[in-house]
């Protein structure tokens, strides 16, 4: 790392937004249905997902192995950082600093929620149609929502503050004026993304999930 520490930390970078963001995007959204839609709706966007013919390819490079790498070379990085909180107290230095943060509890937070669903899913204890049921075990359960939503604030804050560092790591944004706007419109992306995810999970405390679980079981076992 240290001998090529310059492209690292542009794939690093570049992965951080170039798939990772899309895909906490696609999922907030996808999760926003069972606020929009209910039940019914959530199944259709799984169900939409899980039909794409290349998605076991596009979850092994674009979300796994990119997971992999920018969680653990960003490990790395935050070992080898400094924070100047102690001396400085720009807001930016406290941006820096709790990215660093975040990135942890994000890394963390991530492959625990793949365990909980995705791998359970692998494992064949845990069909699609019973995911809304899974979420709403977990939504409903006082210590995993608060621990969701911590994960959830914190892996939307490591994206929307990365869009900005990234933005001026690779010269898009070089003067104060743009750098300020910039920081605007990644707070609103917070904001927006935050938001989703949220509304998501008080979504699936409702019984329907339950229920509309049951009933597509039901139905896949009389078929």
Not at 70 to 87: D, E, P
Not at 147 to 155: K, R
Not at 159 to 186: D, E, M, V
Request: with cysteine; net charge positive; hydrophobic share 50%.
């Amino acid at each position: 790392m240290k001998g090529n520490s310059y492209f690292s930390r542009k794939l690093h970078s570049l992965l951080g937004i170039i798939p990772l963001g899309m895909f906490i995007v696609v999922h907030g959204l996808t999760n926003y249905q069972a606020f929009e839609r209910g039940p019914e709706g959530f199944g259709k966007g799984v169900t939409f997902i899980n039909s794409m013919p290349v998605l076991p390819l596009l979850e092994i490079f674009g979300i796994y192995l990119p997971l992999l790498f920018h969680g653990i070379y960003g490990l790395y990085v935050a070992y080898q950082s400094n924070s100047n909180t102690g001396r400085f107290k720009y807001g930016r230095n406290w941006a820096f600093t709790a990215q660093r943060v975040t990135g942890v509890i994000t890394f963390v937070f991530v492959f625990w929620h793949v365990y909980q669903t995705r791998i359970q899913v692998y494992l064949g204890k845990v069909t699609h149609e019973e995911l809304g049921s899974l979420m709403h075990d977990i939504a409903t359960n006082p210590v995993m929502f608060v621990l969701y939503t911590i994960g959830v604030l914190a892996a939307v804050f490591h994206f929307s503050n990365g869009i900005w560092a990234f933005l001026i790591s690779w010269g898009i944004t070089i003067g104060p004026k743009a750098q300020r706007i910039s920081s605007y419109i990644c707070m609103g992306i917070f904001v927006v993304v935050s938001a989703l995810f949220i509304l998501s999970l008080v979504a699936f405390t409702g019984d329907e999930f339950k229920e509309a679980a049951s009933a597509a079981l039901a139905f896949t076992n009389i078929g």
